[in-house]
């Protein structure tokens, strides 16, 4: 079965230091990736996606990450966090298509000390 | 153009009561997903129409059922409420072409 595990809960970080979130996943075949953040009392905003190709994707809000099969994970980065950068980060995987039904890891929770 | 949208944003019900949110899709997405998120979790999917019909479904009990009317939008039904049942609902839509984008979530609390 199809899982996503996110280790990290809860990390803090400095304004304008580095960020990178962890995420693996369990998927027999090539799986389609997602980040997703979600701001208290929100929904969810797509950061970016991994369906193929290159293994490094470019997202919103200057965020990007990294596909490695071999180590079954897609790590989220940003090279310096703003503020307005805290909320909460949820990886996901599908199979088979954009339209098929999420599985999410159960997040990481980002704060961000000035 | 209006995202996904859910209406309403915030609803109180009693244990046994039955509740009807609502979504209406992505302007261009055919197919919705509906999530369920319990307070510090990840969602989890309940269940996904396309063309009406269910096309997918989660490990939810019976008591959750939805609709998917003609212009797409879409209805998640719950009956019996448990007080287990409290989480936020999470309305997805998509298309072939497109991921999944998500709604503002309807906040259900049950007493």
């Known amino acids: 079965a199809q899982s996503v595990t996110q280790p990290d809960i809860h990390i803090t970080v400095s304004e304008g230091a580095s960020l990178e979130l962890r995420c693996n996943y369990s998927?027999?075949?090539?799986?389609?990736l997602f980040w997703y953040v979600q701001s208290p009392g929100q929904g969810l905003q797509l950061l970016l996606k991994y369906f193929s190709g290159d293994t490094l994707v470019q997202g919103i809000k200057g965020f990007e990450a990294e596909f490695k099969r071999s180590q079954s994970s897609f790590n989220l980065r940003k090279p310096s966090v703003h503020w307005s950068d805290a909320a909460e980060y949820f990886c996901a995987v599908t199979n088979g298509g954009a339209t098929n039904k999420l599985i999410f890891g159960t997040g990481t929770l980002l704060a961000v000390q000035p | 153009d209006a995202g996904v949208t859910q209406s309403p944003t915030h609803l109180i019900k009693t244990r046994g009561q039955q509740v009807t949110l609502r979504c209406s899709p992505k302007?261009?997405?055919?197919?919705v997903s509906w999530y369920q998120q319990a307070l510090g979790q990840g969602p989890q999917f309940i269940f996904q129409?396309?063309?009406?019909?269910?096309?997918q479904r989660g490990n939810f009990p019976d008591r959750f059922s939805g609709h998917q009317f003609p212009n797409y939008s879409s209805e998640l039904n719950v009956n019996a409420l448990l007080l287990g049942d409290s989480a936020l609902y999470l309305c997805a839509s998509s298309s072939v072409v497109d991921t999944q984008y998500f709604g503002p979530g309807t906040r259900l609390t049950v007493l």
């Open positions: 998927y027999g075949a090539t799986p389609y």
């Open positions: 129409y396309y063309e009406e019909e269910e096309r």
């Open positions: 302007s261009g997405h055919d197919t």
